[in-house]
């Protein structure tokens, strides 16, 4: 039996902040802090390993993990942030010319073959979600932390409870209900089954950020 600790990166200065974050934002001094307190939890657990995003603020997050737990840290884009389009990176996030962008792209994410120019879409993500956790289930390890991000999470929770049947609107179902809180504790169990019908995926442990107070 195999275990996912997934963990999202603490709060970021675009979390906070009024500009529209992309891959080079850091964390915030609150977001240290919480690091800091979910790295405590993780001395606590059987980790062989640790992958992380390559956003700066996943990187942050798993390197003050790392300096707890001893472990070293390996990158992968498969668990990065969704790509939003590129022209409101960097802009107000009340922008009027942000604004209308970003409700295009929303109106048009769970849309099979719909984009506003270079963003992931729904199917992207999907197909991103499969492949990671295919990557996930084939690594050797059996408990195995990866620092993600909130929206991709929740991509990839959705995918491993319903897998290729995951449809846009089951999907935006999961995105509204299913809330992060930074640092919060998830945990996928992998378990091969006889049978090819049930997920060999199932949801032990959803966002308990309990080390948060």
């Known amino acids: 039996m195999k275990k996912i600790y997934f963990v999202r990166h ?68 498969l668990f990065v942030e969704r790509k939003r389009p590129s022209v409101t990176i960097g802009k107000p996030k009340d922008d009027p010319e942000s604004l209308a962008i970003e409700g295009e792209y929303q109106n048009k994410f769970y849309l099979s073959d719909e984009r506003h120019s ?30 993600t991000h909130g929206l991709f999470l929740r991509i990839i929770i959705a995918y491993a409870t319903l897998g290729e049947s995951l449809s846009g609107e089951e999907c935006r179902g999961f995105i509204r209900t299913f809330h992060t809180e930074n640092t919060g504790l998830t945990v996928l169990v992998y378990e091969t089954r006889d049978d090819p019908k049930i997920s060999p995926w199932w949801l032990w442990v959803w966002n308990d950020h309990a080390h948060l107070g």
């Open 118 to 147: 270079d963003e992931e879409n729904f199917d992207d993500l999907k197909q991103r979600a499969k492949e990671a956790l295919a990557y996930l289930a084939n690594r050797p390890e059996e408990n195995i932390l990866v620092v």
């Open 10 to 77: 603490g709060e970021s200065e675009g979390n906070a902040g009024p500009i529209r974050q992309g891959p080079e934002t850091p964390l915030t001094e609150t977001g240290r802090s919480q690091a800091g307190l979910i790295a405590e939890r993780c001395v606590k657990l059987p980790l062989e390993a640790i992958i992380a995003s390559t956003m700066k603020r996943a990187k942050e997050t798993a390197e003050i993990i790392a300096e707890k737990t001893k472990l070293s840290i390996e990158s992968s884009d």
